[in-house]
């Protein structure tokens, strides 16, 4: 508890994370009411229903996962890592902890973008297929939640691994907005390399254009496919800490 | 103007980011192409399949450009570099200059390198490089390498901070671009008018509706590099080292 | 008290430390001195689990540093003052450190004010000159009260005000009966401010033992001897068991001392002009001792050296 305490004192103690957390909602809520203005959707052929207020979430999770991967590296960065293994010891308590302290507000900042975009498009103009009725819309738009969740905690593995501000932010921005889109274009395996991509998969949890015809072969359902994103987010920050562990601080 | 451009060459080439970013541009762009490659199969290869890479590159370099200036603001190598040279604006644009030629050569063999590859995979009749557009879609892949490296020491020069300047030159092209195409109405219009889009026209082809034709297109991008780079040259010399 | 067995650490093919055992007792002021790039920093990373030794072991009152529970509360250490998040008030780098050790929060209060940083208390500790920040160092290191202190090189790039301070400070610490362990690379600071040695040099022991031992053992006292028949009195001086070394117009005579040699010469009936003894400065001593263990040495330096210490010695 103590250690959880004192990443929580870290986290608040400077102001970057408030300005990442507020670009990382005010991006996507944002352009998303920029969108809803200019929408002009006829009843009955809005087939997206409240996909089309998530759209831009993917503008929140990239800042995400550079906030994340900034809460590791600017520790070794400023040698303060250092201080906190001198606290702690034991390395595993102090980066779960860590880990902990970063994922729940990436959460937070989830909640805010996903149901602060469905509010601001129905304010803004509203329609009946955007009420959350189905288990499918609730996914679409509280599932924010546990997306940007995982998505720090991937960063968090990846900083680790990489210490190093310029390289982390690149490596993990370069391959979610990137690599994975690529990927798609290489002929025949191309797609089927796709399917088992970890942010990939984060998109098929949450539904986001799920009517595009390569995307009906899918090896997982939506909830497969969560838990094949939170399994991988897993796997990068046990290889993270495992890594913090072996080497000098 | 020589000496400052040798100064920056030679701050630029004893470290080792440059290299790797060399490196990894080539290992990534010239790798993707094998793999298309490799792996094609129906209807021949065209000089196209061999340039679906390129971005991978394309980000490298900008990284690499914007980490040039970033990293003098880091560890405060900038004071010694202006106190060497009192002049900002020289310094500053002779590092421009040379790590725009840098990332033109990593351009160019990268785009010539995937295009070697992909002809020796599977060459045919339409891999040749013949027409004007085939000329531009690979020899053009280095003018867009530098001009982007100039816009990432332009934004990197205004941010001064590494974390800041990847993630905006990385969300930016890959991320904003796309989505302003999502917005109702004005949407492709705007996204018609943004720079890595329109430089993505001059290699690619402009369709039929674009607002300018390819060179026209390679101007703006340059245009618009030209701004940010004077914006940059502005505020350094304005902001305390 | 510090024990370290065999402790050793390699970077690649580098050797860092180099089979080194030494003991820091409670209650003084332990010196841990050596050249730049001796490994000084490297064994105290160690002592705090942040570096792995290759091989050997370091404990702190019998444990390892990850053995110990709430380990702020059993030794405190300053190793890199700049070690702090710029954007973090000083204050706030104090709480998240006293979090984690569950220490109360007027602890936090009583460190600052005993580092005298109160009144910046709540600034950002990027904007810290390197004194301040020295004195926030020390706050964090003395947060958890703790009976073993680790500084390196506390006074590096301080004005004398602050040196003077640092140094009565560490006499505090030791004459509460804690163990403090600090390092120099400057032997006359250490000739001040501790009363036991660890001298170091290529990562590998020199010597240990109290500050007194080792000048002693480091300065082999000579006599300069001054006269018109130089040759005869060096042939005899050989053949009653000194050594001698050829001092241009002087000889410099080893292992005998000034009334012998004055009495021998009386004996001789040879005429002296000059018999001085002299007494080897600390800096000599320092770097007759570590003088082929420096790591980076200028080509000059090894030449120079003795003119050096011969000009100190005549100012003093």
Known sequence: MSVLNAERIKLLSTRSPWWCALLAIALPVGLTALIASQAQIQPGDAGNGVYITQMLSSLGRAVVLVMAALSITSEYRFGTIRSTFQVVPHRATALLAKTAVTAIPAMLIGAAVGFGSWAVFQAINSFPELALDTAQDWRAVAGQVLVFGITAVLALGVGMLIRQTAGAVAVLLVYALLVEGLIGLIPKIGDDIQHWLPFFAADRFLGLQDDIPQLRDLPLGPWGYLAYFAAVAAAVLAAGILSAQRRDA | MTTLLATERIKLFTTRSPWWSAFLALGLTIGFAALVGLNHNGGPLTVEHSQFGMQFGLMVVSVMAALAITTEYRFATIRATFQAVPKRTSVLVAKTAVVAVLAAVIGEVAAFGSWVTTYAIDGGPEMAITTGADWRMVAGVGLVYAIASVISVAVGTLVRQSAGAISILLIWPLLVENLVQLIPGIGDDIHDWMPFTVAGRFLNGTGPDAPMGPWASLAYFAGVAAVLLVASLVVANKRDA | MIEATGLTKHYGRTVAVDNLSFTVSEGKVTGFLGPNGAGKSTTMRMILGLDRPTAGDVRIDGQHYWDLHQPLRTVGALLD?????????????????????????????????????????????????????????????????????????????????????????????????????VSSHLLSEMAQTAQDLVVIGRGKLIHQGTVDEFIAHATESTVLVRSPELEKLGEYLLAAGAGISDDGDALRVSGMDSPAIGELAAARQITLHELSPQVGSLEQAFIQLTGDSVEYRTVETGRLAPDVAASQEERA
């Open chain 3, 81 to 181: 003052a700049k070690w702090v998040h710029p954007n973090r008030s000083a204050r706030a780098h104090l709480r998240w450190l006293a979090a984690a050790t569950k220490l109360p929060k007027r602890r936090i209060d009583e460190v600052l004010d005993l580092v005298g940083l109160t009144a910046v208390a709540d600034k950002n500790a990027g904007g810290f000159s390197l004194g301040m920040s020295q004195r926030l160092g020390i706050a964090a290191a003395l947060l958890g009260d703790p009976k073993v202190l680790l500084f390196d090189e506390p006074v590096n790039g301080l004005d004398p005000e602050g040196i003077l301070w640092i140094r009565k400070f560490m006499h505090k610490l030791a004459d509460e009966g804690r163990t403090v362990f």
